[in-house]
């Protein structure tokens, strides 16, 4: 349970916005709830809470704007909110209010599928995602302990409206709920917390309904929080090819380990298979189709991955160097790639549409702190547009330049903050232009580039590495480096130090091209009153060299012995 304090803590708070929920927007109360049934969810990593309720025009006008705060304390955060009519499944916007005012209620403005005439009533079903409103209890655990998780909220659905009888139920992971608050009309039925039903439950503005209550559950599951993901689309018409990667930055946010971490520990439970807050492995399920999937991380690749892919299913296994525990932090990267018929079609004209997923990501419950998906299309690609299935918060179009490629490809790069799993697997539409000469202007390229390079075509000694004789044996490796670092970068300088290599040094460029150059430009130039000799390092060439020089060596010492001479 949450301390005294933190319970003063939220009661204050929760106060405080009632006390403001009339005065911080002026709400005309033109509907009554007739019946309204709240769902919090808790089984996921974040609370997915439902709202359904039935709604009547009071008034003696026409109404279309509905208005319902959401309770969001402490560090807790609104994902997304969808809004729908139970009857006909006609979906409803669901717009948030400015608001300045600092207290935990969001205010939404719901805009019905039709205008409600008074005395009318209308089903509505709200959905939310929070995140961040689960706090691990006790905060640090050991490292074969159940985890448990717990959730605070107010008793009562805040309103700005009557609401005639409403219900509470929370849903937790299990049957292991060891503490609850209890108020009248409560009844805990398995996995299942109830309070209510409340009959005749007057607007927020008043002390009695400020009531909160606390749940506690097991929650021995890891919470995957990815603090940021990176995806990238690639569009090739050039290789009939969709390639998709995905960079992530992930925490457990679940509860701490207590002690140091145990090797020989977790492989010992580790064979029996028990529940545990770590992140063992993430199971990615990709669309049917999807090959030559990857899995790398900050050391390299890692070969614990497993992918399977046939006619019904394509699922990438993924497993970590080492189980993620509560607070730690683990990067990594994954990619596939998909036939490009299989998500995109021919329009009209030049025209094309492309039908992917915004968001895909691994099976585990997940929440997501910030998304950046970067579509990336053929160069030339022109008059883009998108439809999007979730809210975007942030737009920008710029050119990706990669390999061959002249001017650029045609990007966009769509930022979405707080997102939950439940928005995954929902498709981004995009069309665009894509002409025939802008289709033709790769190919056009690379015949080019191969016609270019046939012509220019370097000598078969030239490579990255110069070897440089006739230095000062006093030059120091700074003073190379300035000389030869004008001509590109340098990998590194090796200077001779024994008694037959000194005056000379090897020189290591990054490009073959800036080797060249410097070759050129410093063979036989007077560098501290010397006349350098360059020359590119040919191994076989020296090994001839020594071996030549062994021989002669070998053949003047017989005759030195043939002839007596010492």
Same mark, same amino acid.
């Given at each position: ?218 929650? %021995? ?193 769509? %930022? ?151």
């Amino acid at each position: 349970m949450r301390s005294s304090n933190s319970r003063v803590s939220l009661l204050a708070t929760l106060l405080l916005a009632a006390s403001h929920l009339s005065s911080s927007l002026n709400i005309p109360p033109v509907f009554k709830n007739t019946n309204l049934l709240r769902t919090i969810d808790a089984s996921k990593a974040y609370v997915k809470e439902t709202i359904a309720v039935i709604i009547e025009n009071t008034s003696h006008q026409p109404q279309t704007e509905y208005y319902l705060p959401l309770l969001v304390p402490g560090s807790s955060a609104v994902s997304y909110v969808e809004c729908k009519d139970k009857k006909e499944g006609t979906p409803c916007t669901a717009e948030t209010v400015d608001d300045t005012t600092d207290y935990p209620l969001r205010y939404y403005k719901i805009t019905l599928p039709t205008t409600l005439q008074p005395a009318a009533q209308i089903t509505l079903v709200v959905t939310a995602g929070v995140t961040g409103a689960l706090t691990p209890v006790p905060a640090i655990i050991g490292q074969s302990d159940k985890q448990y998780l717990s959730y605070t909220s107010a008793k009562f659905v805040p309103s700005p409206y009557l609401t005639e009888k409403q219900k509470t139920k929370f849903r937790a992971a299990n049957g292991e709920i060891p503490d609850y608050t209890i108020y009248e009309h409560t009844e805990k039925s398995g996995y299942v917390v109830s309070y209510g039903p409340y009959d005749n439950v007057e607007p927020w503005g008043t002390d009695a309904q400020v009531d909160e209550f606390t749940i506690r559950f097991e929650f %021995t599951n890891p919470i995957v929080y990815m603090e940021k993901l990176e995806r990238d689309i690639e569009v090739s018409h050039w290789g009939n090819n969709l390639a998709i990667e995905e960079r992530y930055w992930m925490t457990n946010n679940g509860a701490k380990l207590k002690e140091q971490f145990s090797r020989l520990s977790w492989a010992t439970t580790s064979y029996y298979n028990p529940p545990t807050a770590a992140i063992k492995s993430l199971l990615f399920p990709l669309r049917v189709g999807s090959k030559d999937a990857y899995y790398t991380d900050e050391v390299g690749n890692v070969s614990t991955s497993k992918f399977r892919s046939d006619s019904r299913e394509a699922i990438l296994d993924i497993k970590p160097r080492f189980p993620i525990f509560g607070g730690w932090n683990y990067s990594f990267v994954v990619g596939w790639n998909n036939d490009l018929p299989a998500y995109l079609r021919h329009g009209e004209g030049d025209g094309y549409i492309l039908k992917v997923p915004l968001l895909q990501g691994p099976s585990q419950s997940t929440s997501y702190g910030k998304v950046e998906v970067r579509i990336i299309l053929p160069e030339g690609a022109t008059n883009v547009k998108y439809v999007s299935p979730i809210a975007i918060h942030k737009e920008e179009r710029f050119l990706h330049k990669t390999f061959m490629d002249t001017i650029g490809r045609t990007s966009i790069k769509l %930022t979405i903050d707080n997102v939950v799993d439940e928005l995954k697997n929902r498709d981004i539409i995009i069309t665009y232009n894509y002409s025939t000469i802008a289709a033709l202007r790769k190919p056009l390229v690379v015949l080019a580039s191969v016609f270019f390079l046939s012509q220019n075509k370097l000598a078969p000694e030239v490579n990255r590495i110069l070897f440089v004789k006739n230095l000062s044996y006093q030059v120091s490796s700074e003073e190379l480096f300035d000389l030869f670092g004008k001509f590109g970068p340098i990998r590194q300088i090796r200077q001779g130090i024994a008694n037959n290599t000194k005056g000379t040094a090897f020189v290591v460029y990054e490009e073959v091209g800036d080797a060249k150059t410097a070759c050129d430009k410093l063979n036989g130039f007077n560098f501290q009153n010397r006349y350098l000799v360059v020359l590119y390092h040919q191994p076989e060439k020296m090994a001839r060299s020594e071996k030549d020089l062994a021989l002669r060596q070998e053949e003047l010492e017989k005759l030195k012995k043939q002839h007596g001479i010492e």
